[in-house]
């Protein structure tokens, strides 16, 4: 058994990564860009239908809950453990309880997988 929620209505871009695909729960209205990977134990969650947006190549890490209505910003990472709470700038690594920004080096670098979006020709 996977155990993964991960409803129909959930808005998801191109190259969804599951690492390890267990255990997961993501609200429904939650908006998912391209290249995004989601690690084991995570939960994306809100209590006041006002969901998450996460950008494009974005890395959160196990363990990680993103709670209510935050935006992850493109190339980002979230550290193994953290809580979500406030908005994540772009190309940030964010970690800890409360997730506070760690640096800026290279964040989007476990980023696996990467899905080549399809260019519409003229």
Request: net charge positive; charged share 20%.
């Amino acid at each position: 058994m996977r155990q993964i929620d991960l409803p129909v209505e959930t808005k998801i871009g191109y190259g969804l990564y599951l690492g390890h695909r267990r255990c997961m729960v993501v609200n429904g209205g939650t908006i998912i860009g391209n290249n995004v990977n989601l690690a084991q134990f995570l939960n994306i969650g809100t209590e006041h239908n006002t969901p998450a947006i996460i950008g494009d190549e974005v890395y959160v890490g196990p363990g990680v809950c993103i709670v209510e209505d935050v935006r992850i910003g493109s190339k980002s990472s979230i550290g193994a453990g953290s809580v979500v709470v406030k908005d994540i700038p772009a190309g940030s690594t964010c970690v800890g309880v409360p997730a506070k920004v760690l640096n800026y080096n290279e964040p989007a670098r476990y980023i696996k997988h990467r899905w080549e979006i399809p260019v519409k020709q003229a």
